[in-house]
């Protein structure tokens, strides 16, 4: 750490700022969001609505990725990445065996026919 | 936003005079308090310490120090915590069959349920949130930067501010002890009892916030540890050469990174029931309690894993030493830790097998437990065959480690008999589970106590009392026994956990057994503090050179003791994964650096602790609904933030006549730093460091 550390603006990670990214991630976030709202509120709209939502979803993230956290395989960028990547096993996990396990437990409790 | 029972003021919230508790015991625990408060801050004006408290301890960015105040915190909530257990104990060895006595207004024994619940769920946070993991945090805090190299953290601002925040969420649970009441649905916070219909009172959002808000400093924490691992090693410090205790502490951040959000989810869902009037786990319109288990648990137990690898990490620094023999199977043991961390996120529905999930479920989740029995009996041959033929040494870090080996055997065969579906369901929810999990979280305890023995001298430049140690030793392991046989007995017997009044009377001996081993570890506590007063007191008698035990192995200890402020003189370069061992044998040990180098070293601040004592309001705002203050905390913070980003004079250099000057006085070594009586620099507790930034 001992070479120029001492100025955060210097790190490359900090150089990788950068404001019209960030304005078009957040505008387009908004607008992500907004239609997802609009086919949650009105799930008519589309034919798919649950297929509709998920991609949104999956354009708000990829656009918050490439613009606002910029991860890609540079090697200021590389440890983010992987990082990045190495969480999808764990939120398979997650929601994967949550899943597996709600699948039939509402059946098996008979809890939530009981909390109507 | 939903209307809470009760009366309800703008300025005051709910709070009102009628909140502060009437009970002889918190009044007593109240007197004790102010008494102790006066005591301190009498001291320190009497003293004239104001300015030394404030310009080396609140705003510092030393990692060491930052590491000290978290173990200190974590001692104080042990202490709390501990008297939590002497209460629990002492009510049920009072409170069995019907012909027991009544004091204080109790039915049975002296403790109404109203409190004891209160007082097992402040015990179970406190001990997990607030005592294991800030000490580890702070462990992990002082030693990591040393043993690769580093001059600190990679964020050191960071650092004090993950402190400051977990201070907050100890400061939130004390103040519940005099202002409303506390959480009476256990550490987990069982749903539905949580919702704002069964807990309209605060203790929940004391609850709740407290952990809220810590766990956002302690995944700071973590994230900042990675990247101090990642990018900070000194060179030649390559993966392969990294002390072990580096690699469960990489591998218990990993952990804690990715677990903890989970339970910032969860209990930002609770948050939004209970403030908002969602229904996420409420019973009815929609909720679904099984999912804040489901949820809660999935931070759980990756949890209980963040908390024992550490601990794994630190036996594996003391073994080796102790017995003056490299560790067996570097290699496996740092896979076994790997290998833990990622079986951990695969097997937190063991906590509610008995929740109904289908034979399929339970039949995964199971062995998927099992699994983790293979990397950490790995860990524990490993342990073994370091032992094996070595020159053991049992002096008193040895023998916590040692100690935590058995509690590892013990705790772990159990949890494997926890986690077969059959054997589950019927001891699930009964002390039998209890005592399982204490067994495991003594490993966590033995490991901290023998890793504070341990590293103390390195801090601090002297050694703790040997003796007084020992004594310490046994009677916390004799008090251990005494406590937790009886409580795997009677849960065998059937007892449930959680009781106020044990209705068997044929259980009474094994709570008179508890209640003696409770009494043995006050022996013990009291020992732990005339250790640390001697110690103390005798200091200039016992201080060490660079290698404080003589045969100690790896980088932290090629530095001097105390260390300085700025870790290294000058960077080291690392040639071996035994450092000290390797130098030993090329004759360097007390090799001196040639020339030395101006060092740039961050400046102290005082922002963190500013932030902290916002979140604290923030944190009282929510709890007593006190929405100006919320809402003014909550901008405040923002503002902070934001000012600090436009601070450009961060850091200071220490000049290199400077550093040769510090360097020189410490090799003075020391005996003669005994001699003529002068404490030598670094972090001393009783004398300010030299140069101030
Ligand atoms: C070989 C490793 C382990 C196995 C197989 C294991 C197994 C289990 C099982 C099956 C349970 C659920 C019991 C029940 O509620 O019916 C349990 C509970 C628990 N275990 Fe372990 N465990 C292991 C290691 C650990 C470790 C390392 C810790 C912590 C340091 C730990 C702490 C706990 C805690 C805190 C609980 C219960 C918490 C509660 O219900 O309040 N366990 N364990
Ligand atoms: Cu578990």
Do not use: C
């Not at chain 2, 201070?167 to 506390?182: E, K, Q, Y």
């Not at chain 2, 068997?504 to 709570?511: G, I, Q, S, Y």
């Amino acid at each position: 750490m001992a070479h120029d550390a001492h100025d955060p603006l210097k790190h490359p990670e900090v150089r990788l700022v950068n404001g019209r990214a960030y304005v078009a991630a957040f505008v387009a976030a908004t607008v992500l969001m907004t239609a997802a709202l609009g086919i949650a509120m009105h799930p008519g709209m589309i034919p798919h609505a649950m297929v509709g939502l998920s991609a949104v979803a999956a354009l708000a993230v990829t656009i918050q990725i490439l613009f606002l956290l910029q991860l890609d395989f540079s090697s200021t960028q590389i440890w983010t990445t992987v990082s990045f990547l190495l969480a999808f096993p764990l939120f398979v996990i997650a929601v994967g065996l949550s899943l597996w396990m709600f699948h039939s437990l509402d059946a098996r409790t008979m809890l939530t026919a009981l909390m109507h | 936003m939903v209307n809470v029972q009760g009366p309800w003021s703008p300025i005051l919230g709910r709070l009102s005079l009628g909140a502060i508790p009437d009970n002889p015991i918190i009044a007593g625990a109240f007197i004790f308090s102010v008494v102790l408060g006066i005591v301190v801050l009498g001291y320190l004006t009497y003293a004239d310490r104001w300015g030394y408290l404030w310009r080396e301890w609140l705003t510092t960015v030393d990692h060491k120090k930052i590491g000290v105040m978290y173990i200190i915190i974590g001692l104080v909530m042990l202490f709390r915590g501990f008297v939590d257990a002497l209460m629990m104990r002492t009510q049920q060895v009072l409170a069995d069959g019907p012909h027991s006595p009544g004091f204080l207004g109790a039915a049975h024994g002296y403790l109404v349920p109203y409190h004891f619940d209160q007082v097992y769920s402040a015990h179970g946070t406190i001990m997990i949130l607030f005592a294991a993991t800030p000490i580890l945090v702070g462990l992990m805090n002082v030693v990591v930067p040393l043993q690769i190299g580093a001059r600190d953290m990679a964020f050191p601002y960071l650092n004090a501010l993950g402190l400051w925040l977990t201070a907050v969420g100890a400061a939130l649970i004390m103040l519940s002890l005099f202002l409303g009441d506390f959480s009476h649905a256990g550490w987990v916070g069982l749903t539905p009892l949580t919702e704002l219909a069964y807990s309209p009172g605060v203790g929940t959002d004391y609850w709740m916030w407290a952990i809220q808000i810590s766990s956002v400093g302690t995944t700071l924490g973590a994230a900042n540890l990675i990247a101090t691992i990642v990018k900070m090693r000194a060179p030649g410090m390559t993966w392969g050469r990294l002390p072990i205790f580096t690699w469960t502490a990489l591998s218990t951040n990993i952990i804690a990174l990715t677990s903890f959000p989970v339970l910032g989810v969860a209990l930002g869902l609770l948050g939004l029931d209970r403030y908002f009037g969602t229904h996420f786990f409420t019973a009815g319109f929609g909720g679904n309690l099984m999912l804040y288990s489901d949820l809660f648990w999935m931070w759980g137990h990756p949890e209980v894993y963040f908390v024992i690898l550490p601990a794994f990490g630190m036996m594996s620094e003391i073994i080796p030493t102790f017995s003056e023999k490299p560790l067996f199977g570097y290699v496996t043991m740092v896979a076994a830790s790997f290998a833990i961390a990622g079986v951990s996120w695969s097997v937190w529905l063991h906590h509610f097998f008995t929740m109904g999930a289908s034979p399929r479920v339970n039949t995964f989740f199971s062995v998927a437990t099992m699994v983790v029995g293979i990397p950490t009996g790995v860990k524990v041959f490993n342990w073994a065959f370091t032992v094996y033929r070595g020159r053991s040494r049992f002096e008193t870090p040895m023998l916590w480690a040692v100690g935590a080996l058995f509690m590892l055997l013990v705790g772990g065969l159990t949890g494997m008999m926890l986690a077969m579906p059959p054997v589950n369901y019927s001891v699930h929810n009964s002390v039998f589970v209890v005592a399982h999990f204490h067994t495991m979280l003594m490993v966590v305890v033995y490991g901290i106590l023998g890793a504070v023995t341990y590293w103390f001298p390195k801090v601090f430049g002297f050694r703790l009392n040997e003796s007084l140690g020992k004594r310490f030793f046994w009677f916390f392991t004799a008090g251990t026994i005494m406590v937790f046989i009886p409580m795997y007995t009677s849960g065998f017997m059937g007892m449930t956990r959680r009781l106020d009044y044990l209705a068997n009377p044929a259980l009474l001996p094994f709570e008179v057994a508890e209640e003696l081993g409770i009494g043995l570890y006050l022996v013990s506590i009291y020992y732990f503090v005339r250790q640390l007063y001697v110690s103390l007191r005798d200091r200039n008698a016992n201080r060490v050179s660079a290698d404080a035990w003589g045969s100690a192995r790896t980088l932290e200890w090629v530095a001097p003791s105390p260390v300085p402020f700025y870790n290294f003189a000058v960077t080291p370069r690392v040639h071996a994964r035994d450092e000290l061992v390797w130098r030993r044998e090329q004759g360097l040990e007390g090799a001196v650096p040639a020339h030395f180098e101006d060092i740039p070293m961050p400046r102290n601040t005082a922002v963190p602790l500013v932030i902290g004592a916002l979140a604290l309001g923030l944190g009282f705002g929510l709890v007593w609904r006190m929405w100006w203050l919320t809402d003014l905390s909550f901008v405040a913070i923002i503002l902070t933030v934001i000012a600090r980003s436009f601070v450009r004079d961060t850091d200071y250099v220490v000049k290199a006549a400077e550093v040769e000057r510090i360097e020189k006085r410490l090799r003075q070594g020391a005996a003669e730093a005994a001699r003529n009586g002068a404490s030598a620099s670094g972090i001393d507790v009783l004398r300010p460091r030299e140069s101030s930034p």
